[in-house]
């Protein structure tokens, strides 16, 4: 790659790095108080400011994707597709950031050799997300290799692909988490767990008793009903056989980052 290119790529990724850590200060503030005056000017000059950065990295065209998922951004919908007018400020925050990490994922897989693209937007592919707060050391270069499928998947219109990946994702973490735990630990907390092993569980099980446990918060409520039964639809075969959303998918994606961020709060 052409250093000129690498530096400006380089640039971009400490300037995006920078917006993501304000972002994430900015959440954790209007969740405690989203009426804060100081913190609702510091949010607008940060939305400014990303508005900025994703005109930029999308060439100035709003059909780009980068450029949609921000305008998105600030749209909640129902199930069936209608717009919320009312979303608190943290949400919208949230959901930012969550593109901001599209953003970051984009640019550092770019000039990676054929196949990933060479452009200076960010449409390529993604780069492998780091699962370092996953204690089942084997089980990080798996769920680093569906993340990256699952978010090429998204880009390409696949959206089952994608909404299966995150929800693969989504269970494999959670239940690495419940296991690190314990069930004596669980036990210890009064917290009422299913029979049998972790991995014997169901998905919805697993992330009940992790959210009774403070493993995770209250993100999974946003979790799209298909998501929550994407290992029970299949054919004779096992095959999954589900008719999935853009919306849908970019959800599950979304509640994916959310859980990330409550297990790895350092992020």
């Not at 380089?10 to 917006?19: E, F, M, P, R, Y």
């Not at 949609?68 to 069936?80: G, I, P, V």
């Not at 949400?91 to 949230?94: N, V």
């Not at 961020?261 to 709060?265: A, C, E, F, N, T």
């Given at each position: 790659?052409?250093e ?5 790529i ?10 993501i850590?304000?972002g994430?200060?900015l959440c ?13 000017v510091?949010n607008?000059?940060?939305q400014?400011?990303?508005?900025v950065?994703?005109n930029?990295?999308?060439g ?5 994707w980068?450029a ?13 597709g209608q717009?919320?007018?009312a979303?608190?400020?943290a949400?919208?925050?949230?959901r930012l ?9 984009s640019?550092?897989?770019?000039g ?5 693209g060479?452009?200076?937007?960010p ?9 370092d707060?996953?204690h ?8 680093e290799q569906?993340?990256a499928?699952?978010?090429d ?6 959206y089952?692909?994608a909404?299966i ?6 269970e494999?973490?959670v239940?690495d ?8 630990s ?18 919805d ?6 959210e009774?446990?403070g493993?995770i918060?209250?993100g ?6 298909i998501a929550?039964?994407?290992r029970d639809?299949t054919?004779?075969?096992g ?5 999935v959303s853009?919306q849908?998918a970019?959800?599950?994606?979304q509640?994916?980052?959310v859980?990330m ?5 350092g992020?």
């Open positions: 790659m052409d000129s290119v690498r530096s400006q380089d640039s971009n990724l400490s300037h995006i790095d920078a917006l850590r304000r994430r200060r954790e503030a209007l969740a405690k108080d989203p009426t804060d005056k100081s913190t609702l510091a607008r000059a940060w400014q400011d990303i508005g950065a994703i930029q990295l999308s100035g065209s709003k059909a780009h980068l949609r998922s921000f305008s998105e951004a600030f749209l909640l919908r129902t199930e069936s717009v919320i007018e979303v608190a400020p949400e919208i925050a949230e950031v969550a593109v901001l990490d599209q953003a970051v994922i640019l550092s897989r770019m990676m050799g054929e196949g990933h060479t452009s200076s937007s449409a390529a592919a993604p780069l492998p997300r780091r699962f707060f996953v089942n050391t084997d089980l990080r270069p798996v769920v569906t993340y499928d699952s978010r998947a998204f880009e390409r219109g696949r089952e692909e909404l990946n995150s929800c693969g994702i989504l494999a973490i239940t988490a419940l296991e690190y735990m314990g069930l004596d669980l036990a210890s907390r009064a917290i009422e767990v299913p029979p049998g092993k972790v991995a014997d569980w169901s998905f099980d697993r992330l009940a008793v992790a009774k446990a493993i918060r209250g999974c409520a946003r979790l799209p009903e929550r039964k994407y639809v054919d004779a075969d095959n999954p056989q589900l008719s853009e849908e970019k959800r599950t994606t509640v994916l980052h859980v961020r409550d297990l790895d709060p992020r």
